[in-house]
């Protein structure tokens, strides 16, 4: 069997599961699909690690950390961005010819219309976080990637929205990332000295902090939505979608071209 066939065979596996349960499908398309739901337990999961008492030294080195595998997940955010722009355009599976996937209960096939389905960048998100909290902490780095494959990732492949491949593309994306930042900045923390000597520096720091928190916990939809919509104008001269990639259920709608009367 070929790495396609095998690609195929473990969706429509996954995928066989919907339209049989609507308590599962439900679950799968919109329980996990809340951003309180899938990402906000491995924001939590930050923030307990960056507060975690402990001495100074220990303390600085561990938030130089967090903050260096933070990076490395923006990074992996741009990468996995990049490359769904930039390489040639792959079908989401729910919109793959041939497959004959079953749309689960409170899915649509007009969700991801016109978006590239490798790599996940869900994945390279979640897993480069999970990466980087299990630098941390086995027990909780541990839950942090069941979280991420079952929430987060799994459920992508039961409504038809990435193959099991694109899954694994964006994870290695995002633990390679997180690998390589954390190797080449060791201590980006030294950077907000700078802000320690002023009245508010603090208070700009954690002020900034909290916006990158939120965005993560979001997983940057407005960001994903603009970078998209600069992509297709600069490249098609009009955008197709108006809003960011959308949740499990909600769709989205199109729109005129830019020279549309």
Known sequence: MDVRALDIA???????????????DLMMTKVVALYSVKTLPLVLCIVWLWFL????????????RIASALLG????????????????????PMHTAGLDLITPIGASMDELQGWSSFPSDHAAMSLAIS?????????????????????????????GFHFPSDLIAGGLIGVACVYLVTRLVPRPLNLRLPLQNRPYGQSIFYTATFAILFWIATMFGDVRSISKGLFEVAALGEVQYEESEPEPGQGF???APLDAS
Not at 10 to 24: C, D, R, S, T
Not at 53 to 64: G, K, L, V
């Open 253 to 255: 709608a199109a729109v």
């Open 131 to 159: 990466y980087g909290i299990w630098r941390e902490s086995r027990k909780l780095g541990i839950l942090a990637f069941a979280w991420a494959i079952l929430v987060i990732c799994l459920p992508r492949v039961y409504s």
């Open 10 to 24: 473990l969706l429509q596996a996954v995928n066989g599961f919907a339209g049989k349960w609507p308590l599962l």
């Open 73 to 92: 997940m923006f990074l992996a955010l741009v990468v996995s961005r990049v490359m769904q722009n930039l390489m040639p355009h792959l079908p989401r």
């Open 53 to 64: 008492a402990d001495d100074e030294d220990a303390q600085s080195r561990r938030r130089n």
